[in-house]
């Protein structure tokens, strides 16, 4: 179920972000024997995408198959008979090199939708595991100067003043104790269980607004620094 939250990011904040540098956090060894150390490329799952029959392709039959797939896809209710026309005789001109336009685009949906699943889906294999992953602090709620819940993000800035990561990329938190917050740069590490939950967060800030969409949810056990 997706559920819809606004996010007023002060100034304070903006500025943080516009100074600092956006990098990815390494991981180091957990502390206790069973938590399980979490980098980011693990939150993704393994999706087979198969083989890619496009890469065979040259750049006129890729042009090809997209003008005919806008025609006779795209644009099929308002496509005018020259439009027609047009995609018949690229049809035959593929068929005539061996192609099957349909069985190309058939596989165009295969592949895109093995993309999204990879870049959207949760990773089955580290839900409900006690694990331990680090991250950067985007705040949705305060409660003075600290913060109770939050999007943890892979890098300073995501979401704000870039483009936001994949689903399976956001973290979306739940700390009713509340962890007392420096500033979004500041790193932390967060070790609870991860379950899967999409959730859609309105990010309102200084030149815009932006839908951002998480994929994992985590009421933590506890909130420390990275260091």
Known sequence: MTTWKRLKVSSFFV???????????CLTKANASDQRNLGWADLVPEVE??????????????????????????????????????????RAKLVSSGLDPDWLFAERERLMKAHERRFSAPNPEVLSQNVRVPGYILPLEMDGRFVIEFLLVPTVGACVHTPPPAANQ???????????????????????????????????YSDGQRNVESAYVMTPQRIEQYR
Do not use: C
């Open 15 to 25: 500025f943080a972000l516009a100074i600092s540098i956006s990098v990815p956090l």
């Open 49 to 90: 995408m198969g083989s890619n029959p496009f890469e065979d392709l040259d750049y006129r039959q890729k042009n090809d198959l997209v003008t005919l797939y806008r025609i006779e896809v795209t644009d099929a209710e308002s496509a005018n008979d020259f439009a027609r026309s047009q995609a018949s005789k690229i």
């Open 170 to 204: 956001l973290i979306h938190v739940h700390y009713p104790d509340g962890y007392p917050i420096r500033g979004m740069y500041d790193p932390v590490w967060i070790m609870g269980e991860l379950q899967a939950e999409r959730q859609t967060e309105l990010v309102t």
